[in-house]
């Protein structure tokens, strides 16, 4: 029985322990964007990065088009808050090989933001 109430104990506080990511605020994000812009775009064509509209959802790796770095394509995981906030947050750390030569952004409300104005950019 004890066991139970420890393993209990356990999943209740591993949530608390993972960091939350913050509200976006869309047109914020939308501000923001321009520093990506260099390299990505909103509409359906690809720039020295692939672009962004519709990136919710979409497989890392997958975009017809545009030529991927080995390591985006063994990444493989879907684009979310969380996959984008970890690549957003450190591209080499979160896919070592990454052809993004951008810098990570430290803040992680300006993440939150950008993630936000990109999820408006997938058709529900």
Not at 11 to 32: E, F, I, K, V
């Amino acid at each position: 029985m004890k066991l139970t109430q420890w393993a209990l104990a356990a999943l209740l506080t591993a949530g608390a322990a993972s960091p939350a990511l913050a509200d976006g605020d869309a047109a914020r994000g939308q501000t923001l964007f321009s520093r990506c812009s260099a390299c990505h775009t909103v509409t359906d064509q690809n720039k020295l990065g692939p672009h962004l509209s519709g990136v919710f959802g979409r497989v890392a790796g997958t975009l017809a088009g545009y030529t991927f770095s080995k390591a985006m394509v063994a990444y493989a995981k879907a684009w979310d808050e969380t996959t984008l906030d970890a690549f957003l947050a450190g591209p080499a750390k979160a896919v070592p090989g990454t052809k993004m030569a951008a810098p990570p952004i430290a803040n992680p409300q300006d993440r939150a933001d950008i993630i936000a104005y990109l999820k408006t950019l997938t058709a529900s």
